[in-house]
Protein backbone atom coordinates (compact mmCIF):
# COMPACT_ATOMS: atom_id res chain seq x y z
CA UNK A 1 0.00 0.00 0.00
CA UNK A 2 0.57 3.61 0.54
CA UNK A 3 1.94 4.13 -3.83
CA UNK A 4 2.49 7.28 -5.14
CA UNK A 5 2.42 8.34 -8.75
CA UNK A 6 3.86 11.13 -10.82
CA UNK A 7 3.58 12.31 -14.03
CA UNK A 8 5.43 12.56 -16.46
CA UNK A 9 9.27 10.89 -15.07
CA UNK A 10 11.04 13.26 -17.20
CA UNK A 11 9.60 16.23 -19.46
CA UNK A 12 12.09 18.20 -21.87
CA UNK A 13 10.47 21.72 -22.67
CA UNK A 14 11.35 24.93 -24.53
CA UNK A 15 12.35 28.26 -22.50
CA UNK A 16 9.08 30.35 -22.32
CA UNK A 17 6.46 27.69 -21.95
CA UNK A 18 4.38 26.06 -19.18
CA UNK A 19 5.32 22.49 -17.64
CA UNK A 20 2.17 20.32 -15.74
CA UNK A 21 3.25 17.51 -13.55
CA UNK A 22 1.04 15.62 -11.40
CA UNK A 23 1.01 13.47 -8.63
CA UNK A 24 -1.54 10.68 -7.37
CA UNK A 25 -1.92 8.55 -4.33
CA UNK A 26 -3.03 5.61 -5.62
CA UNK A 27 -4.16 3.74 -2.91
CA UNK A 28 -5.23 6.02 0.10
CA UNK A 29 -6.71 9.46 0.56
CA UNK A 30 -3.72 11.69 0.82
CA UNK A 31 -4.76 14.49 3.08
CA UNK A 32 -2.09 16.50 2.38
CA UNK A 33 0.33 16.67 -0.83
CA UNK A 34 3.87 17.95 -0.92
CA UNK A 35 6.22 19.23 -3.51
CA UNK A 36 10.02 19.05 -3.09
CA UNK A 37 12.69 20.45 -5.16
CA UNK A 38 15.82 18.62 -5.54
CA UNK A 39 19.56 19.79 -7.09
CA UNK A 40 22.38 17.03 -8.28
CA UNK A 41 23.54 15.77 -4.96
CA UNK A 42 21.08 17.64 -2.70
CA UNK A 43 18.94 16.92 -0.17
CA UNK A 44 15.37 18.10 -0.50
CA UNK A 45 13.82 21.05 -0.51
CA UNK A 46 10.27 22.15 0.34
CA UNK A 47 8.45 23.54 -2.08
CA UNK A 48 4.90 23.82 -1.35
CA UNK A 49 2.57 22.01 0.64
CA UNK A 50 -1.23 21.60 -0.48
CA UNK A 51 -4.11 19.99 1.05
CA UNK A 52 -7.66 19.31 -0.62
CA UNK A 53 -9.65 22.24 -1.40
CA UNK A 54 -7.49 24.89 -0.06
CA UNK A 55 -5.01 26.78 -1.27
CA UNK A 56 -1.06 26.03 -1.10
CA UNK A 57 1.04 27.53 1.09
CA UNK A 58 4.77 27.76 0.02
CA UNK A 59 7.85 28.31 1.51
CA UNK A 60 9.40 31.30 1.61
CA UNK A 61 11.49 32.53 -1.26
CA UNK A 62 9.45 30.10 -3.78
CA UNK A 63 7.24 32.22 -6.08
CA UNK A 64 3.52 31.54 -5.88
CA UNK A 65 2.94 32.75 -9.49
CA UNK A 66 5.82 30.79 -11.05
CA UNK A 67 5.17 27.50 -9.32
CA UNK A 68 1.06 27.02 -9.34
CA UNK A 69 -0.31 24.16 -7.62
CA UNK A 70 -3.58 23.04 -7.66
CA UNK A 71 -5.06 19.95 -5.27
CA UNK A 72 -9.09 19.07 -6.43
CA UNK A 73 -9.32 15.67 -4.70
CA UNK A 74 -7.81 13.75 -1.89
CA UNK A 75 -6.07 11.93 -4.80
CA UNK A 76 -4.52 14.57 -7.10
CA UNK A 77 -2.33 16.76 -7.15
CA UNK A 78 -0.72 19.07 -9.64
CA UNK A 79 2.66 21.52 -10.05
CA UNK A 80 2.68 24.01 -12.96
CA UNK A 81 6.04 25.61 -13.74
CA UNK A 82 4.71 28.25 -15.68
CA UNK A 83 6.99 30.10 -18.60
CA UNK A 84 9.56 27.86 -17.69
CA UNK A 85 13.45 29.30 -17.87
CA UNK A 86 16.64 27.01 -17.87
CA UNK A 87 17.28 28.11 -13.95
CA UNK A 88 13.69 25.61 -13.20
CA UNK A 89 15.43 23.10 -14.95
CA UNK A 90 14.97 20.17 -11.79
CA UNK A 91 13.98 16.93 -10.25
CA UNK A 92 10.77 17.35 -8.83
CA UNK A 93 9.48 15.22 -6.18
CA UNK A 94 5.87 14.75 -4.87
CA UNK A 95 4.72 13.20 -1.44
CA UNK A 96 1.73 12.66 0.03
CA UNK A 97 0.64 11.98 3.62
CA UNK A 98 -1.91 9.63 5.44
CA UNK A 99 -3.17 11.07 8.35
CA UNK A 100 -2.49 7.91 10.81
CA UNK A 101 -2.40 7.46 14.36
CA UNK A 102 0.92 7.98 14.89
CA UNK A 103 3.70 9.88 12.77
CA UNK A 104 2.16 11.34 9.02
CA UNK A 105 4.43 9.33 6.77
CA UNK A 106 5.29 10.76 3.80
CA UNK A 107 5.17 8.69 0.99
CA UNK A 108 7.03 9.86 -2.37
CA UNK A 109 6.50 9.52 -5.97
CA UNK A 110 8.64 8.44 -8.45
CA UNK A 111 9.87 12.20 -9.31
CA UNK A 112 10.19 14.19 -12.19
CA UNK A 113 12.86 15.57 -13.91
CA UNK A 114 12.35 18.53 -15.60
CA UNK A 115 14.86 20.08 -18.47
CA UNK A 116 14.28 23.46 -19.84
CA UNK A 117 16.06 24.55 -22.97
CA UNK B 1 17.57 26.52 15.66
CA UNK B 2 16.02 22.55 14.44
CA UNK B 3 18.95 20.84 12.50
CA UNK B 4 19.40 17.47 11.23
CA UNK B 5 22.89 16.40 10.64
CA UNK B 6 24.46 13.56 8.55
CA UNK B 7 27.90 14.00 8.40
CA UNK B 8 28.93 11.43 6.25
CA UNK B 9 28.98 11.61 2.87
CA UNK B 10 29.85 8.76 1.21
CA UNK B 11 29.79 5.25 2.86
CA UNK B 12 31.52 1.90 1.59
CA UNK B 13 30.37 -1.61 2.94
CA UNK B 14 31.43 -4.90 1.71
CA UNK B 15 28.36 -7.27 0.57
CA UNK B 16 27.36 -9.19 3.23
CA UNK B 17 28.45 -6.98 6.05
CA UNK B 18 26.29 -4.24 8.32
CA UNK B 19 26.90 -1.14 8.34
CA UNK B 20 25.72 1.92 10.36
CA UNK B 21 24.51 5.54 8.89
CA UNK B 22 24.56 8.26 11.31
CA UNK B 23 22.08 11.32 12.31
CA UNK B 24 21.94 13.22 14.03
CA UNK B 25 19.65 16.33 15.24
CA UNK B 26 18.81 18.88 17.28
CA UNK B 27 15.25 20.07 18.09
CA UNK B 28 13.45 21.57 21.27
CA UNK B 29 9.87 19.54 20.89
CA UNK B 30 9.67 16.96 23.59
CA UNK B 31 7.81 14.72 21.41
CA UNK B 32 8.99 13.72 17.67
CA UNK B 33 10.11 11.17 15.54
CA UNK B 34 12.77 10.01 13.09
CA UNK B 35 12.44 8.78 9.60
CA UNK B 36 14.86 7.26 7.18
CA UNK B 37 14.01 7.27 3.46
CA UNK B 38 16.74 5.59 0.61
CA UNK B 39 16.72 7.14 -3.08
CA UNK B 40 18.53 4.48 -5.34
CA UNK B 41 19.63 6.54 -8.62
CA UNK B 42 16.61 6.01 -10.43
CA UNK B 43 15.37 9.14 -7.56
CA UNK B 44 12.22 7.76 -5.71
CA UNK B 45 12.27 7.94 -2.21
CA UNK B 46 11.52 5.54 -0.35
CA UNK B 47 10.37 5.40 3.40
CA UNK B 48 12.51 2.58 5.13
CA UNK B 49 11.88 2.91 8.46
CA UNK B 50 10.10 5.47 11.55
CA UNK B 51 10.67 5.80 15.57
CA UNK B 52 8.87 8.18 17.35
CA UNK B 53 10.90 9.72 20.54
CA UNK B 54 9.05 8.06 22.96
CA UNK B 55 9.12 4.69 21.50
CA UNK B 56 10.95 1.98 24.08
CA UNK B 57 12.22 -0.11 21.53
CA UNK B 58 14.29 1.01 19.09
CA UNK B 59 12.61 0.04 15.38
CA UNK B 60 13.00 -2.85 13.10
CA UNK B 61 12.03 -3.27 9.75
CA UNK B 62 13.50 -6.61 7.97
CA UNK B 63 17.28 -5.53 7.74
CA UNK B 64 16.56 -1.74 9.19
CA UNK B 65 17.01 -1.28 12.54
CA UNK B 66 16.93 2.17 14.09
CA UNK B 67 19.41 2.81 16.93
CA UNK B 68 17.85 5.96 19.16
CA UNK B 69 19.72 7.66 21.41
CA UNK B 70 17.99 9.95 22.60
CA UNK B 71 20.28 11.64 25.06
CA UNK B 72 22.93 11.51 22.02
CA UNK B 73 20.18 12.71 20.07
CA UNK B 74 21.32 10.43 17.29
CA UNK B 75 19.16 8.17 15.32
CA UNK B 76 21.35 6.23 13.39
CA UNK B 77 20.17 3.24 10.63
CA UNK B 78 21.35 0.17 10.46
CA UNK B 79 21.59 -2.20 7.87
CA UNK B 80 22.38 -5.92 8.29
CA UNK B 81 23.70 -8.54 5.61
CA UNK B 82 24.05 -5.76 2.64
CA UNK B 83 23.11 -6.77 -0.18
CA UNK B 84 24.27 -4.53 -3.59
CA UNK B 85 21.10 -3.18 -4.15
CA UNK B 86 21.14 -1.15 -0.67
CA UNK B 87 23.38 1.30 -2.59
CA UNK B 88 21.92 4.62 -2.58
CA UNK B 89 21.69 7.88 -1.21
CA UNK B 90 20.18 7.67 2.58
CA UNK B 91 18.01 10.41 3.88
CA UNK B 92 16.89 10.81 7.97
CA UNK B 93 14.32 13.13 7.61
CA UNK B 94 12.11 14.59 11.11
CA UNK B 95 9.08 16.65 11.33
CA UNK B 96 9.44 20.63 11.83
CA UNK B 97 9.26 22.07 14.59
CA UNK B 98 7.28 24.74 13.06
CA UNK B 99 4.93 22.54 11.09
CA UNK B 100 5.02 18.71 12.41
CA UNK B 101 3.61 17.52 9.36
CA UNK B 102 6.09 19.28 7.20
CA UNK B 103 9.65 17.28 7.14
CA UNK B 104 13.60 18.70 7.49
CA UNK B 105 15.96 16.66 5.70
CA UNK B 106 19.79 15.95 6.23
CA UNK B 107 21.85 16.47 3.42
CA UNK B 108 22.52 12.22 2.83
CA UNK B 109 24.90 9.60 2.65
CA UNK B 110 26.03 7.87 -0.19
CA UNK B 111 26.19 4.26 0.37
CA UNK B 112 28.22 2.00 -1.83
CA UNK B 113 28.11 -1.74 -1.60
CA UNK B 114 30.87 -4.00 -3.04
CA UNK B 115 30.65 -6.69 -4.23
Known amino acids: GAVVSQHPSRVICKSGTSVKIECRSL??????MFWYRQFPKQSLMLMAT?????????EQGVEKDKFLINHASLTLSTLTVTSAHPEDSSFYICSASQRGTGADTQYFGPGTRLTVL | AQKITQTQPGMFVQEKEAVTLDCTYD???????LFWYKQPSSGEMIFLIYQGSYDEQNATEGRYSLNFQKARKSANLVISASQLGDSAMYFC????????????FGSGTRLLVRP
Open chain 2, 27 to 33: TSDQSYG
Open chain 2, 93 to 104: AMPRMDSSYKLI
Open chain 1, 50 to 58: SNEGSKATY
Open chain 1, 27 to 32: DFQATT
